[in-house]
T-cell receptor, first 113, second 115 residues
Framework: AQKITQTQPGMFVQEKEAVTLDCTYDTSDQSYGLFWYKQPSSGEMIFLIYQGSYDEQNATEGRYSLNFQKARKSANLVISASQLGDSAMYFCAMSSNDYKLSFGAGTTVTVRA | ETGVTQTPRHLVMGMTNKKSLKCEQHLGHNAMYWYKQSAKKPLELMFVYNFKEQTENNSVPSRFSPECPNSSHLFLHLHTLQPEDSALYLC??????????????FGPGTRLTVT
C-alpha cells in the first residue's frame, strides 16, 4: 500500500517570500508519479506539477518547483515569490502500479500581506 | 465550457430522497473518477471509469451508484443516504487510467449535505 505523509498542517508565509511544503511517500514500486494539487476555498483541485520517478531533473512550472529526493522518498513543493492568491490547501499525491492516485492530508498555506 | 464541470454545486437532501450528481469533461479524456472529500480526511477514491467501463469500485456502499454513458459524462446516483455521507464530491478526468503518468483534472465539486 502506498502512503503519503504531509507533516505540516498549516503554514504562514509573507507575501513575495518562498515557502517549502514537505511531502514524503512510501512505496516499493520503482515506477511512480508524484503530483501536487492546490485546493482554494472554492473547492476545486487544481493540478500544479508532476514528477515521474525516472525523471532525473526536478520538475518546474512557473513559480512552482518540486524538490525530488528519491533516496529520501521526498517530493517537497517550493512556491517562490508567494502571492495572496496562493493561500489555499495543498495536497501531495502519488500513483504507482495500482493505477490509483493517493493523497496526503494536505497543508494549509496562508499568505500574509 | 472548458475543463471539468459539475452540477449542482450545492445539494441538500433528506435521507429518503433520490438525487444525481453530474460531471462533464471537455478535455477529450478517456478516464473519469469520483472522489469523496470529508472534513479532516484525505480524498477517498470511489469509482474509476476507463473508456466507459468501470474499472474500480473502492468498496463504496450500494447507496452510491455510478453511471458513465460515454467518455465525457459521469453521473453519481444517490439514494437513501446517511448524514455521514455529507461531503464534497469531486469528479476528475485524465487521459487514461494509468495514473502514474497522467495528471487528473478536477471539477469544482458538489457540496452535499444530508439532513
Amino acid at each position: 500500500a502506498q502512503k503519503i505523509t504531509q507533516t505540516q498542517p498549516g503554514m504562514f508565509v509573507q507575501e513575495k517570500e518562498a515557502v517549502t511544503l514537505d511531502c514524503t511517500y512510501d512505496t516499493s514500486d520503482q515506477s511512480y508519479g508524484l503530483f501536487w494539487y492546490k485546493q482554494p476555498s472554492s473547492g476545486e483541485m487544481i493540478f500544479l506539477i508532476y514528477q515521474g520517478s525516472y525523471d532525473e531533473q526536478n520538475a518546474t512550472e512557473g513559480r512552482y518547483s518540486l524538490n525530488f529526493q528519491k533516496a529520501r522518498k521526498s517530493a517537497n513543493l517550493v512556491i517562490s515569490a508567494s502571492q495572496l492568491g496562493d493561500s489555499a490547501m495543498y495536497f501531495c499525491a502519488m500513483s504507482s502500479n495500482d493505477y490509483k492516485l493517493s493523497f496526503g492530508a494536505g497543508t494549509t498555506v496562508t499568505v500574509r500581506a | 465550457e472548458t475543463g471539468v464541470t459539475q452540477t449542482p454545486r450545492h445539494l441538500v437532501m433528506g435521507m429518503t430522497n433520490k438525487k444525481s450528481l453530474k460531471c462533464e469533461q471537455h478535455l477529450g479524456h478517456n478516464a473519469m473518477y469520483w472522489y469523496k472529500q470529508s472534513a479532516k480526511k484525505p480524498l477517498e477514491l470511489m469509482f474509476v471509469y476507463n473508456f466507459k467501463e468501470q474499472t474500480e469500485n473502492n468498496s463504496v456502499p450500494s447507496r452510491f451508484s455510478p453511471e458513465c454513458p460515454n467518455s465525457s459524462h459521469l453521473f453519481l446516483h444517490l439514494h437513501t443516504l446517511q448524514p455521514e455521507d455529507s461531503a464534497l464530491y469531486l469528479c476528475a478526468s485524465s487521459q487514461d487510467r494509468f495514473t502514474r503518468f497522467y495528471e487528473q483534472y478536477f471539477g469544482p465539486g458538489t457540496r452535499l449535505t444530508v439532513t
